[in-house]
């Protein structure tokens, strides 16, 4: 009797491992996949988290990585691809995203690193302006691929060149992630700690 209950529990504890994972996060109605691929690599969902100014829903956000960290110092110094996806709840034009943005950088880096990567941040800036307005629903990927750069995607479509370094999607990501984070509680979610 005892064999053939464990035998049961073990066949059920196999079809559940079994059973695709599909722990997609929702947030504000958008759905983040538990993963992403890039550069031929599989990423998971580090967390998500929405991006709030006053009481204004603006972005959901989503983080993805090699593997799950709940610091932002694992984050920023983990290798490999890694990819923020955000989707867009209102209408917001290309010169408010990349003034919020470089806003974001500069207050999250010292003023030596914004010095460093002033030239790339100008490029950034103007990949932001290329997508003029972005409508609610717009999805925007920035992705880091090793050996190749910061590349921007919008609505699936690649923005501009490249942006090499590593160094320089560190300082990206801590705009979000950094001791200044353009939204705590969006960073809470990007490091998976939401309630």
Do not use: C
Not at 3 to 18: D, P
Not at 42 to 66: D, F, Q
Not at 93 to 121: C, H, R
């Amino acid at each position: 009797m005892k064999t053939a209950s464990f035998l049961r529990a073990a066949a059920i504890v196999a079809a559940i491992a079994a059973a695709p994972a599909w722990a997609a996060i929702e947030v504000a109605g958008i759905k983040f996949d538990d993963t992403a691929q890039l550069g031929g690599q599989a990423l998971v969902l580090n967390g998500a988290g929405l991006r709030t100014k006053v009481i204004i829903k603006v972005y959901a956000a989503g983080l993805y990585l090699p593997r799950k960290d709940a610091t932002a110092t694992g984050v920023l110094s983990q290798p490999g691809p890694k990819s923020v996806h955000a989707v867009m709840l209102r209408d917001l034009s290309g010169e408010d995203f990349a003034e919020a943005m470089i806003k974001g950088f500069k207050a999250n880096n010292s003023a030596a690193d914004v010095a460093k990567f002033q030239s790339k941040l100008d490029e950034l800036r103007a990949l932001m302006l290329q997508v003029g307005t972005a409508k609610k629903g717009s999805r925007l990927e920035l992705n880091f691929l090793p050996g190749t750069g910061t590349r921007v995607l919008f609505n699936g479509e690649q923005k501009g060149r490249d942006i090499p370094g590593e160094d320089f999607y560190q300082a990206i990501l801590r705009i979000w992630l950094g001791s200044d984070p353009v939204d705590e509680s969006l960073k809470e979610g990007l490091l998976g700690k939401a309630k």
